[in-house]
């Protein structure tokens, strides 16, 4: 027996709400997918500008600057100045490289403060050989104590610059270049393409070359303005993604309040150079040139759990009525990097109100006016201010006074701990919040209430049998 198909008005409604409904769901799956497309470029595109941005130093960054002091019979006289603006990144040993393609056909016919790695093949030349011939030179600066002549203000430090923040007389390098076969004219002078910026390893990311206005500078007595017969920029980003795959630096902490100290994460730097670590007691240490810096960096590290280059350790160490004090230990566990000039970058709330720093010199970082909670500590000079390679010497330590806001402060819940560390300019790697060392239980046991609790229990027991 069958069952005849529904008919009438009644089921030709019902088809008709069922359609409208299917139309509907079909609708918002293809807008619900458009919106996730949407959503995931623009994410994509935030992530790939936001790799070199540090919210802790926003407007930092390298800028090169080409001066046109003078034009010869094939091309030009230029001062190239590279200033470091980053408030605690600098450049350390062995120094800066910078490379860039020619636009034309130039050639470098002298330098001064500086050379080339490579001359190139000059030998279309007769009579005077340029200084370098590659389309794609390749310059580094001297080393101290060159010859008088071959000195240029700014320069001879072995390519090494030191952070804006740190001293701003120090964040300058220079060099004087000589072009041949390029434009003598504002308008035939082609700028030079593709600059590469090693401050000393990857992680700098430059920008095409800007025309912008003619540098100006003032003669000796002051008296007298002369400017530059062009001038173009190039700026040059840093970013720790692009530097390397894993962290650099991490953390531990400790606590007078809590006898457990919470180490570094395992690995917390990677454990690729585990099997070439050596133990703090190795026979190896003793060997002549084991601590000779490599050329390609290599470090060799000693064994250790997270096996990172840099430790920093923050002890809170005695709770005052208006103050308390902690303890900041910096160690170097690489047997082959010596650290000058180092940094060490904290964000923590309670450091808009340091009260005295015993060891290190402090500066307090205010990127946004309104906002104090950042400070840059560095090592005094002649004193500190060197980071041994790994072994005895090879830390750095220092006490820092902070008075208490009554209104923020406490011990709880891991709020004596910085939010973000930073050497050297790259950010170090903190342990899981829930592994900080926490405050023991308050709440005293009464042995009143104890005794008590164990004689009725007793009488209960007596009760039942």
């Not at 919106?35 to 595109?45: A, D, G, P, Q």
């Not at 990144?89 to 062995?94: C, E, G, L, N, T």
């Not at 994460?265 to 000779?292: E, F, H, M, R, Y």
Request: glycine share 6%.
């Amino acid at each position: 027996m069958g069952f005849n198909k529904p008919t009438g008005p009644f089921h030709e409604n019902a088809m008709r709400i069922k359609a409208k409904d299917s139309y509907r769901q079909c609708q918002g799956r293809i807008l619900a997918e458009f919106k996730f497309t949407i959503l995931s470029f623009f994410f994509v595109m935030i992530f790939s500008n936001a790799a070199a941005y540090d919210p802790l130093d926003p407007n930092g960054n390298i800028t090169i600057k080409w001066d046109v002091m003078s034009w010869t019979p094939d091309g030009y006289v230029a001062v190239v100045t590279i200033n470091n603006f980053q408030l605690y990144r600098h450049i350390m040993s062995p120094g800066w490289t910078l490379g860039w393609t020619w636009a034309k056909k130039e050639v470098i016919w002298s330098m001064v403060g500086a050379q080339t790695t490579e001359q190139g093949d000059c030998s279309k030349f007769k009579g005077n050989i340029p200084h370098c011939c590659k389309k794609t030179p390749t310059v580094v600066d001297l080393l101290p104590g060159v010859p008088y002549n071959q000195q240029f203000t700014n320069c001879c430090k072995g390519g090494v610059v030191t952070a804006w923040g740190q001293d701003p007389a120090a964040s300058v390098s220079a060099f004087q270049v000589s072009v041949g076969l390029a434009g003598t004219t504002n308008k035939t002078v082609k700028l030079p393409k593709n600059f590469t910026l090693l401050g000393p390893g990857p992680g700098y990311t430059c920008g095409p070359a800007k025309i912008v206005p003619s540098t100006t500078f003032l003669t000796p007595d002051r008296r007298r303005k002369t400017q530059s017969l062009m001038t173009w920029n190039v700026t040059c980003t840093y970013s720790q993604f692009l530097a390397r795959k894993n962290p650099n630096c991490c953390v531990s902490f400790s606590s007078f309040y809590n006898d457990t100290i919470t180490p570094c994460p395992s690995c917390a730097c990677g454990c690729q150079n585990k099997n070439n670590c050596i133990k703090s007691d190795s026979k190896l240490l003793s060997v002549v040139g084991i601590n000779t810096p490599k050329k390609d960096s290599t470090p060799l590290l000693q064994c250790t759990h997270h096996m990172c280059p840099i430790r920093v350790h923050w002890h809170v160490k005695l709770n005052y009525k208006d103050y308390w004090r902690v303890k900041v230990s910096i160690t170097n566990f690489n047997y082959r990097m010596n650290y000058t000039q180092w940094t060490l970058v904290v964000q923590h709330p309670n450091l808009d109100n340091v009260t005295q720093v015993f060891s290190f010199d402090y500066k307090p970082l205010v990127p946004y006016e309104s906002i104090n909670d950042t400070g840059m500590f560095y090592g005094m000079k002649f004193y500190n201010d060197l980071l041994m390679e790994a072994g005895p010497f090879g830390n750095v330590q220092s006490e820092v006074l902070l008075q208490k806001n009554k209104e923020t402060f406490t011990l709880k819940q891991g709020w004596a701990f910085p939010r973000k560390v930073y050497f050297n300019g790259d950010e170090c790697m903190l342990p899981p919040p829930d592994t900080y060392p926490f405050l023991p239980n308050s709440a005293h046991a009464n042995p009143l209430a104890f005794s008590t609790l164990i004689v009725s229990m007793l009488f209960l027991l007596m009760t039942v049998w």
